[in-house]
């Protein structure tokens, strides 16, 4: 390969790596948002706060 292209295929692959990237991001983000308002939906006032305490600890290992 020449040097341009291989720039060219390393350009590429950042961009799909950043594509990957926002993907996944925002597959996490989507469900920690709907945990949460799940949570709020069973829980209101000041007992979201414990609830969703209680939900972070018993997932903090995935």
């Given amino acids: 390969m020449s040097p341009d292209r291989d720039a060219l295929f390393k ?16 597959m996490i983000f989507h469900k920690g948002y709907a945990d949460v308002s799940v ?7 000041g007992d979201f ?4 305490a209680r939900y ?5 290992a995935g």
């Fill in 39 to 45: 949570i709020w939906r069973q829980h209101s006032g």
């Fill in 11 to 26: 350009t590429v692959l950042q961009v799909v790596s950043i594509l990957i990237l926002i993907g996944m991001l925002s």
């Fill in 49 to 52: 706060w414990a609830a969703l």
């Fill in 56 to 60: 972070l600890f018993r997932n903090l």
